[in-house]
């Protein structure tokens, strides 16, 4: 899953960064508006983390700009302690979700989780598929009850895979929401990933649909 936070004080967007990746995010990081829309607009994104006092543009203004284009992607924004008006101007706008200044990074991923699984429309932090649970609180996935170790972006590759469980997700999607901005990125990439998770998860659980994608079956209980 790929986020771009946008924080103007280098020392928060530094700390978001490394508790985001920690818990296992991609993440890409500019610092202000008029970087933030541009970003926004032409690269795909699963979240945004959206600071609302930013120079060149304001937060609030990006987020308008992306609700008026159509741009439906989750966003957690970020407010002073005592600013309220600008939380109520923020949900308002389309905000998804708001978290006060200064916060603790563990309550700011769980929210971020939390959006995620709200706009999936799922319930839970612990998903199923056949052998496979994943809990996003831990990043733990076991198979038949046994723990795995996935690498990051492997780590990546099947949440997403699970998040849209059921749809056929190509080789070119999976790409802008597992790897960073100027990562080396190649469609080859994808596939190497998909037979490595497959030797780990069971050759069943990812399937491939010739020409168009992978698919994890929605009826993969």
Request: hydrophobic content about 45%.
């Given at each position: 899953?790929?986020?771009?936070?946008?924080?103007?004080?280098p020392?928060?967007?530094a700390?978001?960064?490394r508790g985001?990746?920690?818990?296992?995010?991609a993440?890409?990081?500019?610092?202000?508006?008029?970087?933030?829309w541009?970003?926004?607009?032409?690269?795909?994104?699963?979240?945004?983390?959206?600071?609302?006092?930013?120079?060149?543009?304001?937060?609030?203004?990006?987020?308008k700009r992306?609700?008026?284009?159509?741009?439906a992607?989750?966003?957690?924004?970020?407010?002073?302690?005592?600013?309220?008006r600008?939380?109520?101007?923020?949900?308002n706008?389309?905000?998804?979700?708001?978290l006060?200044k200064?916060?603790?990074?563990e309550?700011?991923?769980?929210?971020?989780?939390?959006?995620l699984?709200r706009?999936?429309g799922?319930?839970?932090?612990?998903v199923k598929?056949?052998?496979?649970?994943?809990?996003?609180?831990?990043?733990?996935?076991?198979?038949?009850?046994?723990?795995l170790?996935?690498?990051p972006?492997e780590?990546r590759?099947?949440?997403?895979?699970?998040?849209?469980?059921?749809?056929?997700?190509?080789?070119?999607?999976?790409?802008?929401?597992?790897?960073e901005?100027?990562?080396?990125?190649e469609?080859?990439a994808?596939?190497?990933?998909?037979?490595?998770?497959?030797r780990?998860?069971?050759?069943?659980?990812i399937?491939?649909?010739?020409?168009?994608?992978?698919?994890?079956?929605?009826d993969?209980?």
């Amino acid at each position: 899953m790929r986020v771009l936070v946008v924080e103007d004080e280098p020392r928060i967007a530094a700390d978001i960064r490394r508790g985001l990746e920690n818990a296992g995010f991609a993440v890409d990081a500019v610092g202000d508006g008029e970087s933030a829309w541009f970003q926004a607009d032409v690269e795909t994104y699963d979240a945004l983390i959206l600071d609302l006092g930013l120079p060149k543009l304001d937060g609030l203004s990006v987020l308008k700009r992306l609700r008026a284009a159509d741009n439906a992607t989750p966003i957690l924004i970020l407010t002073a302690r005592d600013g309220w008006r600008e939380r109520v101007d923020g949900i308002n706008a389309g905000a998804d979700d708001y978290l006060s200044k200064p916060f603790r990074m563990e309550e700011l991923v769980a929210r971020l989780h939390a959006v995620l699984r709200r706009t999936a429309g799922q319930a839970s932090p612990i998903v199923k598929a056949g052998d496979v649970e994943l809990d996003a609180r831990t990043k733990l996935v076991t198979v038949s009850g046994e723990a795995l170790s996935l690498t990051p972006l492997e780590y990546r590759l099947l949440v997403y895979l699970l998040r849209r469980r059921g749809d056929v997700v190509s080789a070119g999607e999976l790409l802008d929401h597992v790897y960073e901005s100027g990562s080396d990125r190649e469609a080859n990439a994808i596939e190497a990933l998909i037979a490595r998770l497959r030797r780990k998860l069971g050759s069943s659980l990812i399937e491939t649909r010739r020409g168009h994608g992978y698919v994890i079956a929605a009826d993969a209980r």
